[in-house]
Each structure stands twice: as structure tokens, then as C-alpha cells.
């Protein structure tokens, strides 16, 4: 029960890694917000999980790209909660294609989405935190691999998730002091549907080349983002945690 007593808000919660890590903080004890973008097929059972380990779950909706909507939400959730005690900003899409016939719209989608909407969801909440005391509170931003070594054809997702490391470096300088963690977790290649939709001798290639020799899962990205979102992770801040069975190293 790592989580005990603590209440969390975990954004692209509806399915994949944003899942996975609302059910590893509902079984250690976290009440959870999760924010998706409409209704979920995972609402039931995620409301199962979290009343048979004796917590809550609330499913709230906005899209993160929408920056009024998202706002007002986040507000409403977090005057609903009182504090949030940990963040994880997961939301995030893809638009890929070679840089020089990629649309603007798709630059702008992918950056409003994956980074803008990072730094207004946690304005709100680190405002919030660094007025609780005696409390150690932690943000932790879903970054990438290719966000530390880029990727062809992913100029957009390279850049926003290059931006949420420097944020999240940034952010960790500003309120460090008032006791609030702020981390990036850097996922390597991540059975999930995002993923799913490369062909088979691609995803084999990867595999290959990784030196665990397997596709990580998303409950290897939820137990990094279960230690960091616990006191077992009170002197860690300003970090990029790579889950990526070696592929950066």
C-alpha cells in the first residue's frame, strides 16, 4: 500500500499505460481521478478494482488539447479532491510523418496535446501543492526515447516530448522547495495500441536490437510510476527514468 491515503490524477487514463498505472496506484491504495477524453470501457472495471481495495475511482472528461475545457475540469476535479497529492501527465497523441510534407495542423496537434497541456494541467496542481505542508507531493510526465534520441518521421512527437524532459527539469528547479517532485519517465517500445499498429518485421527489428530482447508492457511503466509517485522516491526530482529494456543505454 504505497499510495495509502493519497489521492492522484493520472490523465489518458482510458486505456494502455494510462491504465495500467491507475490500477497499480488503485491496489496501493490511491484514491484516482482519471481524465480521458469521453466515456471509457474501463470505467466499470476500474470502479471494481478500486472499491474491492477499499478507495475510489472517478472517471472525469475533457480533451487536453482543448486548453478552456481542460482547465475548467482539472479546477473542478481538484476542488471535488481538495489536494492532489500526485500527477502523472500521460495524454498523448501522434501525427507522424516526414518533416517536410507534415501539415501544420499536425505540428500544432501534437504539441498542444502532448505539451501544452502539460504545463496547464500542472500550473493548476503545483499551485495547489506548494501550499500543503508537511506533504511530499510528486508530477511525473510521460516523456519518450525518441524525446532523448529523436526519430525519423516523429519531428512533432520528438519535440514535444524533448519539451516535457526540459520542462520537467525546469519545473523541478521551481518548486523543489516547497516539496514537490517533479520526474519524467522515458518509455522505450511499449505494447500498446499506439504501437500495436506497426507491422510485425518492424516491431521484430526492435525487439531485436533491445538487449532484454523483449517489448516492454504498460505495468512496466506504471511500477516506475508507482516508485516515483511513493516516499520511496522523496530524494529523487529533475530525473528522466528510461523503461526501455536497455534500448537508450
Known amino acids: 500500500m504505497l499510495l495509502k491515503d493519497k489521492k492522484a490524477l493520472v490523465t489518458g487514463s482510458s486505456r494502455g499505460i494510462g ?27 476500474l470502479e471494481k478494482l478500486a472499491s474491492e481495495n477499499g478507495v475510489a475511482f472517478h472517471e472525469i472528461y475533457a480533451d487536453v488539447g482543448n486548453a478552456e475545457q481542460v482547465t ?20 498523448g497523441i501522434t501525427r507522424d510523418g516526414l518533416s517536410f510534407r507534415m501539415k501544420k495542423d499536425d505540428w500544432d496537434d501534437v504539441l498542444r496535446v502532448n505539451l501544452t497541456s502539460v504545463f496547464l494541467i500542472s500550473q493548476i496542481v503545483s499551485s495547489n501543492m506548494i501550499r500543503a505542508k508537511d506533504k511530499s507531493c510528486s508530477i511525473i510526465n510521460m516523456a519518450s526515447i525518441v524525446g532523448l534520441h529523436g526519430q ?3 519531428v512533432n512527437y ?4 524533448g519539451g516535457i524532459i526540459a520542462y520537467s ?21 511499449i505494447e500498446t495500441d499506439m504501437t500495436a499498429v506497426l507491422k510485425d518485421d518492424m516491431k521484430a527489428q526492435w525487439v531485436e536490437g533491445l538487449p532484454l530482447k523483449r517489448a516492454g508492457k ?11 509517485a511513493s516516499d520511496l522516491s522523496t530524494y529523487i526530482t529533475g530525473q528522466v527514468i528510461g523503461v526501455d529494456g536497455g534500448m537508450g543505454c
Open 19 to 45: 491504465k495500467a498505472i491507475v490500477e497499480a496506484f488503485i491496489k496501493n491504495g490511491a484514491e484516482v481521478w482519471g481524465l480521458c477524453s469521453k466515456p471509457s470501457a474501463a470505467k466499470e472495471d
Open 72 to 91: 475548467e475540469v482539472v479546477k473542478a476535479a481538484l476542488a471535488e479532491a481538495g489536494t492532489f497529492d500526485v500527477l502523472v501527465n500521460n495524454a
Open 152 to 154: 525519423g518521421g516523429q
Open 158 to 161: 520528438a519535440a514535444s516530448k
Open 169 to 189: 527539469k525546469a519545473l523541478a528547479k521551481e518548486v523543489g522547495s516547497r516539496g514537490v517532485r517533479v520526474n519524467a519517465i522515458a518509455p522505450g517500445f
Open 218 to 228: 504498460p505495468e512496466d511503466i506504471a511500477n516506475a510510476a508507482l516508485f516515483l
